[in-house]
């Protein structure tokens, strides 16, 4: 299938209507409140995206009450949210959570986190570039708990999982690959501080706590990989939008800031400086682009799972970096201004950063690459 590379209709429409919402809903004194009160993101805050906007059921089948789209338009949204470093659980429940529960094929809960009734965290560690929560099963005895397995374990830095209504689990791997629910009423949940406050952290301890199978085997292995590939899709999505974000910010900046009678942006030192960060967050955008349109290809049986993979991780390899660099960059041309907590840039840099984490670092993403294009790796 055709890779398209320009924005259709449909898609700018869809960026359109998420900007407006964020730009209103959620401005960036409102993004710093949530480091002083996380409760400022807010279910409300939440259920705007979810359910005024319909997006909780971007990835879900019409069939199931969702809106049937594909993995292109979840990376326009993505990208809008990145661009305002949004506390919004999209990327946790609305891409990865939901992925992997339409794919583990209980329509029950896909229904319902469509509809914005939910949210559900998949729980790993934030850090890992797999979705496998290291947690230990033991096999339920008795009839009466068919379908029912007992797990145990802690799962440190897992993303959204305060606040959550589902806590979903991926135990094993491979063909011995298990995806169990958990009511986190009956996990103990304990939140930290961490460097991006708009995605808070916790560590998740269960000890002998009842979980239902929602998959097993091969099944739960397809649905944890295709699971995977969404979150790399929408998170290089995301830090694409942090990197434009950053760089808009800071070119409007040096065209207005005159310093010795003259605007910064006119001496030839910025002028290269921005040149180059252009370049870069353009390509971050066109590697986040192709990435989201050949998932989408994959989804719609237009491409094999081997290429999406390829430019998935290629994608968050190269747009990780490029919103650090980006987002330091603006802190840097904004002088002693980028230091202060009332200019918005900071926001974009702990986003970035800690974005530059989340499911492996770029070094990991890029021997895994290696790997799967079978290149030898040190």
């Not at 949530?34 to 906007?53: H, I």
Request: hydrophobic share 50%; charged share 20%; with cysteine.
């Amino acid at each position: 299938m055709t890779i398209e590379m320009l924005e259709t209709e449909l898609a700018a429409d869809l960026r359109r209507t998420v900007r407006a919402f964020l730009t209103e809903r959620c401005d960036p004194g409102t993004v710093a409140e949530v480091y002083d009160d996380p409760a400022v993101a807010s279910r409300e805050l939440n259920d705007g995206w979810a359910r005024e906007l319909g997006l909780a059921g971007l990835l879900v089948p019409e069939a199931d009450g969702g809106a049937g789209a594909s993995l292109a338009e979840a990376a326009v949204v993505a990208h809008a949210i990145g661009r305002h470093a949004a506390p919004l659980r999209f990327l946790t429940s609305g891409v990865i959570a939901t992925t992997l529960v339409t794919h583990a094929g209980d329509f029950e809960l896909a229904a319902a986190l469509a509809a914005g009734e939910r949210y559900a965290v998949v729980a790993f560690p934030a850090t890992s570039s797999t979705l496998t929560s290291g947690l230990e099963a033991s096999d339920a005895s008795g009839a009466e708990h068919a379908g029912t397995v007992h797990v145990s374990g802690t799962v440190a830095g897992v993303m959204e999982a305060d606040g959550a209504d589902d806590l979903i689990a991926v135990i094993g791997s491979g063909e011995d690959t298990t995806i169990v629910v958990i009511d986190p009423a009956d996990a103990r949940i304990a939140p930290f501080l961490s460097l991006d406050e708009t995605r808070r952290l916790a560590d998740v301890t269960v000890e002998g706590a009842a979980a239902r199978v929602i998959a097993t085997g091969p099944e739960a292995e397809a649905a944890a990989t295709a699971a995977t590939l969404a979150g790399q899709v929408a998170l290089a999505a995301e830090l694409a939008g942090t990197a434009a974000q950053a760089f808009s910010t800071t070119l409007e900046y040096v065209r207005t800031r005159v310093q010795f009678g003259r605007a910064i942006g006119s001496y030839q030192a910025i002028k290269h400086r921005l040149a180059d960060l252009w370049l870069a967050v353009s390509q971050a955008d066109a590697a986040a682009t192709y990435a989201a349109q050949t998932a989408a290809n994959w989804q719609h049986g237009g491409e094999d799972l081997h290429e999406a993979q390829i430019c998935a991780l290629t994608a968050l390899a190269y747009t990780a970096p490029v919103a650090v660099q980006a987002a330091e960059e603006a802190v840097q041309l904004h002088g002693g201004n980028g230091m202060t907590w009332e200019y918005p840039v900071h926001l974009l840099l702990k986003r970035a950063k800690a974005g530059e984490l989340i499911l492996g670092h770029p070094a990991a993403n890029r021997t895994a690459l290696a790997e799967l294009l079978e290149l030898p790796t040190c």
